[in-house]
């Protein structure tokens, strides 16, 4: 008894730690090992029921947190706006898959009550190579393409930028001083590297793949954006001191 108990222990306590954050499933997993450490009766049948019983409980808590999750990524997916037909249709796309997703958990759900207590163990090793295989993958893509949409402002403020600065230093006739040309090439190729990211990870999204680089595309092109932002930050202080007379 103790043996299985324990297997069970660490299957369940792995499986959970996949489940999304602000789910609660240390006081279950409490009861079980209780259940572990303190058999109910001295008749082994028994404490398998009595063991079935938490083991449900906790595939039921772990499906709900799993559906409470899948159900705010698509809500998240769903709200921010997009600018293309294209991207509209990988928006419809990826919602779409987390509304499989959804329907996936609310199917196991059904099948937890009939489950026995070796049923529950292929139970959870099933689930959790699901999450490992399909969820986890399509969840990361999920929270990249919502982060993607959201950093398209800055890069549409930063591009109206960079525009207004080469506009300005024509103006003001400053284009030949080798400080703000040296600065401002480094804006502009900052910006292109910040673009060039983006362009890829926006591909990803319209083919829905994985594996794919998303994250870290979308971290080079902010990296490369903030960049360009000290670019903006350096030409201005220049031309304090040109127009200053400091030079």
């Not at 499933?25 to 090992?33: G, R, V």
């Not at 139970?123 to 990249?144: M, Q, V």
């Amino acid at each position: 008894m103790g043996g299985l108990i324990g297997l069970v222990l660490f299957g369940l306590a792995s499986l959970t730690a996949q489940a999304s954050e602000g789910c609660e499933f240390q006081n279950s997993l409490q009861d079980l090992a209780w259940i572990h450490n303190n058999p109910p009766s001295n008749d082994y049948s028994e404490n398998l029921r009595a063991e079935l019983v938490v083991r449900k409980k906790i595939f039921n808590q772990l499906i709900d947190c799993g559906i409470a999750e899948a159900t705010g990524l698509q809500s998240s997916i769903q709200s921010v706006s997009v600018d293309s037909p294209e991207m509209k249709d990988s928006q419809n796309r990826l919602s779409s898959k987390f509304g499989d997703a959804i329907n996936y958990y609310r199917l196991q759900k059904t099948l937890v009550g009939d489950l026995g207590i070796e049923g529950s163990k292929q139970f959870s090793k099933d689930i959790k190579e699901w999450r490992s295989s399909n969820y986890a993958p399509l969840a990361e893509l999920g929270k990249n393409f919502v982060i993607f949409r959201k950093n398209q402002d800055l890069m549409e403020t930063a591009h109206k930028r960079l525009n207004q600065i080469e506009q300005t230093l024509r103006i003001l006739k400053v284009t030949d001083n080798e400080t703000v040309r040296i600065i401002l090439q480094n804006a502009q190729d900052n910006f292109g590297k910040a673009k060039s990211d983006n362009d890829r990870a926006q591909q990803i999204f319209r083919q829905l793949s994985w594996p794919n680089d998303s994250s870290q595309l979308a971290e080079s092109s902010l990296a490369y954006l903030k960049e360009t932002y000290q670019n903006f930050f350096d030409i201005r202080n220049e031309l304090g001191k040109i127009i200053s007379g400091a030079h």
